[in-house]
């Protein structure tokens, strides 16, 4: 925008303007500059620019300026780039309101009639508005949709919900003012129904006092990371922090103060403490340049090429080092208020030389570098003679001892690559600024910016650069449009982690898991053929680097040999320096010998005179008057035959000196010739290097594209697996409830079968039993049988022997009669005899009927036996399928959950989105003391001291009232730093660390529960959240106070009820009781941790 | 025209180019953290084994520069030996200064480093390179023994800090010499009786009110990690379990709890009274103990102060050495006694030393080591090391090592992976068993 107003400027021929940047005091530089960066307007506000502005340089400028057909003005009073980024386009509109003042100063132009100077500027004023809103309202639009139009969606079908609304808010106060929201808050914004209300509230939050807290406590970090008030007390440190941040500074200008800033009086001390904590360490300071300005840590290539780092060369590490490598502690002295005298450590820089340098590898092998800033290109010192590079007035309010600044400064010239030529340094601001809000940088760890950790979205972080350079580096503006994107709001609210929380398995309705499967498949697929693309156009880039460098190395190597050329020369000219300065003392003090002499001897002679003058008004025999004349005169003599010897000498030191001079002169053209063949080399050095750094920067880019592609494509397939390991996990369970099923089945066979088997048993049995009792009465019926026969034989032998003796005994009557009775006797015997036999025969029947059941039924039992077997069997091995089974199950949800964590993994290093992390000490700290209305009363009695010392006036304006509240706020926020010093000690990294890392341990558990003031803050205050607590009679309004003042959510329906139950129970004890849940809450995990 | 001059120091430094490339082989793309997560994993499993040998360090650091001429290494009868005799020990044909009558009886359990050259005669840098085991420079930072030790040696289930260090008055407040290991494994400062910080309840807060507010806490976090749970609120909760445990064990640190004939055999001056706490401390657990006795700067009347303050360390030493390993300790407890520096052989103006770093003596014992050794040898007049010269990066893996740590692995903070050691030295494994 700023150089297309240019370019309309110079399309006019009204004016090119000019503003000079600090490095570029030294004319002869300058006026290459012209040449070159003429047309882009460069913002500046450097004291030591303008303390060291040769006038010469003045006229130098516009001669030149006029040889272009250039008017050039404006480098006497710039236009500071704060206030243009301040006021927008009212900047723009003083630059034409200047102009016109301008056109009428500046002679040798001839201006058009004022009428339609006045319709032109009204015209350009006209159309650069509005291109300028329309530009700009797209700019704003565009960035918090760009980033979520940008921000990859692998997890669009994991993706939950929207974070609940108060939650939101918590995250967007934490991130914006360091503390929590209030209850109140809170309520308005829940109510709040309005569609503009999160823009709304994004803007409330920026412009609350504690949003510029905020920044300066982010800069402090950011910058001196924690370092301890060694050179510059805190206040001071703090008074310039927060006018930074008053003034709404952009972030290239901070930059610039930093290292730009002057050294040799204490008007800019505070911007010299990034030098001065380190120590005036020049390695530390290099490294730390590299870290917070340009992203790279390059601390590993300061004695060989970076080991795991291809990219980080030894000679960058030497080029960023070139800037402060003449730059140490200075021990200075000044008065103080009350006249004391003081000592004082400056950072001075002094003439520098580049210093060879050798990895360890190839020890003996000498490199020089010139100067390099990570992503520019190499620069080289103007020649000077050694005895001709300081500054030979000393600066203005230079302290006593601090040595005049050299004609050439390296490290204001670093001050010209913060800005947005350099696309590191901006890269580098714009991907911290997203690790503010965010958590984690696009690129991380945040100084590790190299091809082969790219940023996980390069549109994105390009996205983001851009617009950071077009809000002119503007902190505010990229913070809260990143605010205002879905993408912030959604943050950590990702389904990964409820399956965390759920187990690790993915569980979609099949039709969503379809699409999920299929498009990640073709994102993987659409990625084969570029990947194998860029893996070759890397390699291509790769091997053009490669011969860019040799032949840069090359040119390298000659300049090392001039250098040492050079440096011999620098030896002999210094000897001839000294040599010179000794004959230039020697012709001095002959000089004021002579003049002495010739001084006295005319003194002399002018005394006698008088003397004769005196004698002749006087006594004529003033004898003492007589001998002083005489002494005079005689001394007057003496004195003038002295005078030839010392003209001699005069004469003898006057040839020496000139004679010196000469030699010195000759060596200086000596020098300057070799300087000139330096010059050479370097001028093909520059041609070689264009070449080098193209190449490298193309490598750069293939490499980063690459490793992108491949990052992304890694990602897929973890993705992928962790989908295909879900879905296992999810077959195998199928499996083992199949499983289950069968062995249920089995076991039901066999218990069936068992039952069945068992029944059989039972009828065997009984059929024993029975056959048992048949033989028994089979055996009876024998037994019978066998009496009977034994009967009837015995009746059948009584009947013989009856015949017998009826032949013997004739009597026979009665023996017939008897024979009768056996005869009888006979047949009812047999009669039963046969009775018997049959039955005999039935029962042997029926025995056999028996036996033949018997037999069939052992022949099933022992069949229902076998089957029982194989069924027992068969129930056996399902059961071990089942347990099989669930082993698989076991291993594949292991599987699943170590596919996810690697995704998961990946994804927190990726950082697309806020990850769940932990306030920092300052947030913990502040958070505490806004619950508590510690804060509060603190800012109500620091406004209340204000209104006492200077009441505001009834009518005075929302902005004086709220520089008033700022004000407030500052002063508590200073009362109550000791306490975030505190927390600082106990929750922080420590010194020097870049980040604060998480860690837990039992001393701050013991500070929060016994020590510091936590738990007595949380007692009842009159109007504090514990005592709104005590006071209401509703529980569960109570336990909805408590969850919202402290976690900004209400509470769960089984918190409500503890809670309700805890309250109703307390009693009198409830003030203790409601501290105590104050307490608990405070030092909850949930507390702990960002939403 | 000098050299530039390569002050990065970093802990990578040292190792081979050979180790380089093999890491840059193995996994540049990949990104230094997926090298760092199997680091770690192995390195967990390490920690935890060591953790279950229950191992401990104790150092004694003599600060200011303890003569080696009046303790470990004395010289009688040379022009460098100043009035005081050597004495025999209870190792026969070992001798040391009869400043140390008491030691000298311990001596089969000792083992004495005479041969150390740290080329280092800056009190501050002689300390730092001591303790941390790598010359200090500007733009790096090392942890020391007692944050190493904190970090491999300590069971945070007994509730107690890992890193000690015990000084006469008790400083109460938390040091910075964890470097990149993070504020968690920092010193804890304490005196004689008073327990570390913040341990005891404020009065305001009555038994029940104590319980229950750790019981609302406990309820609040239950609920609130069955909907989100990381590592990070594990660690927190777990945080406040253990300040609570460190409260039940506050007795730990009040050696008036000791008996009174302990009390006595230690001595009742400042420095017996750190030794018998050191003792407790180590007896419960404690990973790292350190315990300061000053002032050894003797540029003036070195032998009258090596008289006084010697006597007082003999005493406690002593008895703190024996007790160790009476009570079988010893094994478990490697011991160290060590200064920033030795003492010139040459006797100044005024009856002092001045500071000496070429060839002095550093006493260790118990643990790993060899028992009743002697390594290394001075020269008659003890201004140079003729056998066995060590320096402070040797010692450092020698301690590690003598408490069965693998003094050549690294631990993955952030991504990185950093030696524990400084790679370019070496244990000495002739006094290791």
Same mark, same amino acid.
């Given at each position: 925008m700023r150089t297309g107003l240019g370019l309309l400027l110079r399309y006019l021929r009204i004016e090119r303007k000019i503003t000079v940047d600090?490095?570029?005091?030294d004319s002869h530089e300058l006026v290459s500059w012209v040449r070159e960066f003429g047309n882009q307007i460069v913002p500046t506000q450097n004291p030591y620019f303008q303390a060291c502005w040769p006038p010469e340089a003045s006229s130098k400028l516009e001669n030149r300026g006029k040889a272009y057909g250039w008017v050039i003005s404006g480098y006497r009073t710039l236009l500071p780039a704060r206030q243009a980024g301040r006021r927008g386009i009212s900047a723009h509109l003083w630059g034409i309101k200047r102009l016109r003042t301008c056109g009428r100063k500046i002679t040798g132009w001839k201006p058009m009639p004022l009428i339609f100077r006045t319709m032109l500027c009204f015209a350009c004023t006209v159309v650069f508005c509005f291109f300028y809103t329309i530009a700009s309202a797209r700019g704003q639009a565009t960035l918090a949709t760009a980033i979520d139009s940008l921000?990859?969606?692998?997890?669009e079908p994991l993706m939950g919900a929207n974070e609940s609304d108060g939650l939101l808010l918590r995250r967007l106060s934490l991130d914006l003012r360091m503390l929590v929201p209030t209850q109140h808050e809170l309520d308005e914004f829940l109510a709040d129904k309005a569609a503009d209300r999160w823009s709304r509230w994004v803007q409330r939050f920026l412009s609350d006092p504690l949003y510029d807290e905020r920044m300066v406590d982010w800069l402090d970090k950011t910058l001196?990371?924690?370092?301890?008030f060694q050179h510059v007390d805190r206040a001071k440190w703090l008074v310039y922090l927060r006018k930074v941040v008053d003034d709404r500074t952009p972030l290239d200008q901070i930059s610039k103060e930093t290292i730009?800033?002057?050294?040799?009086?204490?008007?800019q001390r505070a911007q010299q403490r990034f030098f001065l904590e380190r120590a005036g360490d020049s390695h530390a300071v290099a490294r730390d340049i590299g870290r917070v300005?340009?992203?790279?840590?390059?601390?590993?290539?300061?004695?060989?090429?970076h080991p795991l780092v291809d990219d980080y060369l030894q000679i960058d590490y030497h080029g960023l080092l070139a800037f402060v490598s003449s730059s140490s502690f200075v021990e200075t002295k000044f008065k103080d208020e009350k006249g004391a005298e003081q000592k004082l450590q400056i950072y001075a820089e002094r003439a520098a030389r580049d210093a060879p340098f050798e990895s360890v590898f190839d020890k003996g092998i000498l490199f020089r570098t010139g100067r390099r800033a990570p992503g520019g290109s190499e620069s080289f010192d103007p020649f000077e003679a050694p005895d001709m590079r300081y500054q030979t007035k000393p600066m203005p309010e230079s302290m006593e001892g601090a040595p005049n600044p050299p004609l050439f400064s390296r490290r204001s010239s670093l001050v010209a690559q913060l800005?947005?030529?350099n696309r590191a340094f901006a890269e580098n601001w714009s991907n911290r600024l997203w690790a503010l809000m965010m958590?984690?940088?696009?690129?991380?760890?945040?100084?590790?910016?190299h091809p082969d950790n790219p940023p996980t979205n390069p549109k994105l972080l390009d996205a983001l650069t851009d617009a950071l350079i077009d809000s002119g580096f503007n902190m505010r503006t990229v913070m809260e449009q990143i605010a205002l994107s879905r993408a912030y709001r959604v943050g950590?609210?990702?389904l990964i982690e409820e399956s965390l929380r759920l187990g690790s398995v993915i569980n979609l309705p099949l039709e969503l898991q379809v699409n999920f499967e299929s498009d990640l498949s073709s994102r993987k697929k659409a990625l084969e053929a570029p990947l194998l693309q860029l893996a070759s156009s890397a390699d291509v880039a790769k091997n053009r680097y490669a011969d860019a460098e040799s032949s840069w190395r090359s040119v390298q190597k000659e300049r090392v040999e001039v250098w040492s050329e050079l440096d011999k020369s620098e030896g002999a000219f210094k000897e001839v320096m000294k040599k010179a300065d000794a004959a230039n003392q020697a012709f001095e003090k002959a000089q004021k010998l002579l003049s002495d002499a010739a001084s006295r001897q005319k003194l002399l002679e002018e005394a006698s005179e008088k003397l004769e003058q005196a004698k002749l008004l006087g006594?004529?025999?003033?004898a003492e008057l007589m001998q002083a004349i005489a002494t005079t005169k005689s001394k007057a003599d003496g004195s003038k035959a002295t005078i030839p010897n010392l003209e001699k000498a005069l004469a003898d030191a006057t040839t020496a000196r000139d004679t010196h001079k000469l030699s010195l002169e000759a060596d200086r053209s000596r020098l300057h010739e070799i300087a000139a063949k330096l010059q050479t080399v370097e001028q093909r050095l520059h041609i070689a290097d264009d070449v080098f750094v193209a190449a490298r920067s193309n490598w750069q880019k293939a490499q980063s594209e690459h490793v992108v592609v491949e990052n992304r494509m890694n990602d897929l397939s973890r993705i992928q697996s962790w989908l295909t390991a879900s879905q296992s996990v999810r077959s195998l369970e199928q499996e083992h409830s199949l499983a289950i099923q069968s062995s249920e089945q089995c076991k039901t066979t066999l218990a069936t079968q068992v039952a069945q088997t068992t029944l059989l048993q039972q009828q065997i049995a009984d059929t024993t039993l029975a056959k048992s009792a048949v033989t028994l009465k089979h055996d009876q019926a024998m037994e019978e049988k066998k009496n009977t026969l034994s009967q009837l034989e015995l009746l059948r032998t009584t009947y013989v022997s009856l015949d017998k003796a009826i032949a013997l005994v004739k009597s026979t009557e009665s023996l017939f009669a008897a024979k009768q009775v056996i005869n009888d006797a006979i047949e009812s015997t047999q009669q039963a005899y046969a009775n018997t036999e049959t039955r005999i025969d039935s029962i042997a029947d029926e025995l056999v009927a028996q036996a033949k059941v018997l037999e069939s039924q052992t022949s099933q039992l022992a069949n229902d036996q076998q089957t029982c077997l194989v069924l027992r069997q068969r129930a056996e091995q399902s059961a071990k399928s089942v347990t099989s089974k669930a082993e698989w199950v076991g291993q594949s949800i292991q599987v699943c959950a170590i596919a996810m964590q690697s995704v998961q993994e990946e994804r927190q290093k990726s950082g697309h989105l806020a990850q769940a992390r932990p306030l920092s000490p300052e947030q913990l700290c502040l958070s505490i003391l806004q619950i508590t209305d510690v804060l509060r009363n603190h800012v109500d009695a620091e406004s209340a001291e204000l209104e006492k010392q200077m009441p505001l006036a009834a009518d005075s304006s929302t902005e004086q009232r709220s520089a008033r509240a700022h004000q407030a706020t500052r002063q508590a926020i200073d009362k109550l730093r000791p306490h975030m010093d505190t927390f600082a000690s106990l929750y922080s990294s420590g010194v020097g660390q870049t980040s604060d890392e998480f860690f837990a341990s039992p001393d701050q558990a013991l500070f929060m529960a016994n020590g510091g003031s936590v738990f007595q803050w949380s007692?009842?205050?009159?109007?504090n959240v514990t005592g709104q607590i005590v006071k209401q009679p509703d529980a569960s309004i109570a336990a909805s106070v408590l969850f919202r003042s402290l976690l900004s959510r209400d509470p769960t329906q089984n918190e409500g009820q503890w809670i309700g139950e805890i309250l109703s129970q307390a009693g009198d004890k409830k003030p203790a009781v409601a501290q105590e849940l104050v307490w608990s809450l405070l030092t909850s995990s949930e507390f702990r941790v960002y939403p | 025209m000098t050299i530039a001059h390569y002050a990065c120091g970093t802990p990578e430094h040292g190792s081979s180019r050979r180790r380089f490339l093999r890491q840059s082989l193995s996994g540049l793309a990949a990104g230094g953290s997926i090298a760092g997560g199997l680091g770690s994993l192995t390195f967990g499993a390490v920690a935890e084994q060591l953790k279950s040998q229950d191992m401990r360090i104790v150092v004694f650091n003599m600060h200011g520069g303890l003569s080696q001429l009046e303790s470990w290494d004395p010289k009688p009868?040379?022009?460098?030996?100043?009035?005081c005799r050597s004495i025999p020990t209870s190792v026969p044909g070992t001798h040391i200064s009869d400043l140390l009558p008491n030691t000298a009886k311990q001596m089969h359990h000792l083992c004495l480093m005479r041969?150390?050259?740290?080329a280092e005669d800056d009190h501050g840098k002689g300390t730092y390179l001591m303790l941390t085991g790598r010359r200090q420079s500007a733009a790096a930072e090392y942890p020391q023994i007692g944050a190493v030790a904190a970090r491999m040696?300590?069971?945070e289930n007994r509730g107690l800090p890992g890193h000690i260090v015990v000084t006469p008055n008790g400083g109460g407040g938390k040091g910075n010499e964890a470097a990149y290991l993070g504020p968690k494994y920092s010193s804890i400062s304490l005196g004689g009786t008073k327990p570390p910080p913040n341990t005891t309840k404020p009065d305001a807060i009555n038994d029940e009110s104590e319980a229950r507010r750790h019981e609302f806490r406990r309820h609040i976090n239950q609920e609130f990690l069955t909907r989100r749970r990381t590592a990070i609120t594990d660690a927190y909760t777990h945080s406040y379990e253990q300040a609570l445990r460190l409260m039940e064990r506050k007795? *730990?640190? #009040?050696?008036?709890?000791?008996?009174v004939s302990d009390q006595d055999r230690y001595g009742k001056h400042d420095f017996g009274r750190q030794c018998l706490m050191a003792r407790r401390l180590l007896e419960n657990g404690v990973s790292f103990v350190q315990v300061t006795h000053s002032n050894?700067?003797?540029?003036?009347e070195n032998f009258i102060f090596h008289i006084e303050q010697l006597g007082e360390f003999d005493q406690s030493f002593a008895t703190f050495v024996a007790d160790l390993a009476d009570r079988g300790l010893l094994e478990k407890t490697l011991v160290v006694v060590l200064s920033e520096f030795g003492r010139t052989p040459n006797i100044n103006l005024y009856y002092g030393r001045d500071h000496w770093s070429k060839a002095w003596s550093v006493l260790m014992a118990g643990g790993k080591l060899a028992r009743g050794a002697v390594f290394g040898k001075t020269n008659d007049e003890g201004t140079? *090391?003729? #056998?066995?010269q060590v320096d402070h990066g040797a010692l450092f893996h020698t301690y590690l090592r003598a408490v069965g740590?693998?003094?050549s692995q690294s631990i993955a903070v952030d991504g990185r992976e950093l030696p524990i050691?400084?790679?370019?030295a070496a244990p000495i494994w002739k006094v290791l068993t």
């Open positions: 600090s490095s570029l005091y921000v990859e969606r692998d997890f001196l990371q924690r370092r301890p730009g800033s002057v050294w040799w009086n204490q008007s300005f340009f992203g790279r840590d390059m601390q590993c290539a300061q004695c060989h090429d800005s947005a030529t958590g984690k940088g696009l690129v991380h760890p945040l100084d590790m910016h950590a609210r990702m006594p004529a025999d003033d007692s009842v205050g009159s109007n | 009868g040379t022009k460098t030996g100043g009035p041969g150390v050259n740290t040696l300590n069971d007795d *730990v640190f #009040d050696i008036s709890k000791e008996s050894y700067d003797t540029h003036n140079e *090391v003729v #056998d066995g740590v693998d003094s050691a400084d790679p370019a």
